[in-house]
């Protein structure tokens, strides 16, 4: 990769995410850590408004922006492929909005860019979780954004029922289930939920704030820390 492309990369990069690390930049940009240091240093003397520093991570000041990008050809097939992967998978509303995005996209591009999207010949049979089970994806996606408790009605591998309090975190799908990755106020622990084995979801006005050990970055380390297996 051209130094040019790198340093537009990291923009493009940084400008994208709330943080980024050196760490993330160079294994995005298969470089060493030095690399970005330096590119970064060089990026902020051009006077690109690249805040933070070595150690931390880098953010994008509020108000920065760069002329609206167009798509290639391949880049615009990616969209239409990963929507078409996605959408018999999500929760009906954010498929719906995802559908509207892809539009106002496609409605943007060159003809022949558009032309190939559209008739990209790559499909995904639905075998994505029933109505009732996205009906509660929708509902815990929510109560995740709003930081709202939810009590569930749950049912284990072994038939086992039970009453939880939970903090929901986030929502994984491992390519069959969705489940709901939380902290469970009755075990103190992190534990994860198929969401079609929840029999009944009451999502509560009361929010819940961070606190050391019981948040979303806590459990992806424990995750880390465990490695494969």
């Known amino acids: 990769m051209r130094r ?19 760490d993330f930049l160079a294994e995005r940009l298969q470089v ?25 991570g880098y953010r994008m000041r509020a108000g920065f922006d760069l002329p609206p990008l167009m798509f290639t050809r391949e880049e615009a097939q990616a969209l239409v492929a ?12 954010l498929a719906r909005q995802g559908e509207m995005a892809l ?3 496609l409605a943007v591009l ?9 008739s990209l010949a790559l499909f995904a049979v639905s075998h994505g979780p029933d109505e009732a089970t996205r009906e509660r994806l929708h509902r815990l996606r929510l109560a995740t954004e709003q930081r709202r408790f939810v009590e569930v009605d749950y049912h284990d591998l072994k038939g086992q029922r039970s009453r939880r309090r939970l903090r ?23 534990r994860s939920f198929r ?8 999502v509560l006005d009361e929010q819940f704030r961070d606190e050391p050990g019981k948040t979303l970055p806590d459990l992806l380390r424990t995750v880390e820390a465990a490695g494969p297996g």
């Open 4 to 22: 040019a492309d790198r340093l537009f990369q990291i923009v493009q990069l940084v400008r994208g995410r709330r943080l980024s690390t050196a």
């Open 168 to 190: 929901p975190l986030g929502c994984v799908f491992w390519d069959a289930v969705w489940t709901l990755a939380a902290w469970c106020e009755l075990r103190q622990g992190m």
């Open 32 to 56: 060493s850590t030095r690399t970005v240091y330096r590119d970064v240093a060089d990026l902020q003397a051009q006077g690109v408004p690249l805040e933070g520093e070595a150690g931390v």
């Open 103 to 105: 539009s106002k996209i």
């Open 110 to 118: 060159p003809a022949p860019a558009r032309a190939a999207a559209e």
């Open 195 to 202: 969401i079609d084995r929840i029999e009944k979801l009451d």
């Open 82 to 93: 990963a929507l078409r992967l996605a959408q018999p998978r999500l929760d009906q509303e």
